[in-house]
């Protein structure tokens, strides 16, 4: 993980627990794997495993999806 996607994940994981930003829709639209789960803890792509749906173009293509 590079400095840039490091401080990003630590921007977001601090708004959220004191509420003091939201995403915007753009926000949303930029997160990637990486960003998803370092934020959230999971990525979308992990409900679709079955399915091999990708949301993120630096979604894992085969193992566990999740970190």
Known sequence: ??????TY???WLNANEN?????????IANLTH?????IYGFCT???QEETGYRPYDDCPTEGPYHR
């Open 1 to 6: 993980m590079n400095k840039q996607t490091a």
């Open 34 to 38: 990486e960003t998803q789960v370092g």
């Open 45 to 47: 792509c992990e409900s």
């Open 19 to 27: 509420n003091t930003d939201q995403m915007s829709w753009g926000d």
């Open 9 to 11: 994940i630590a921007y």
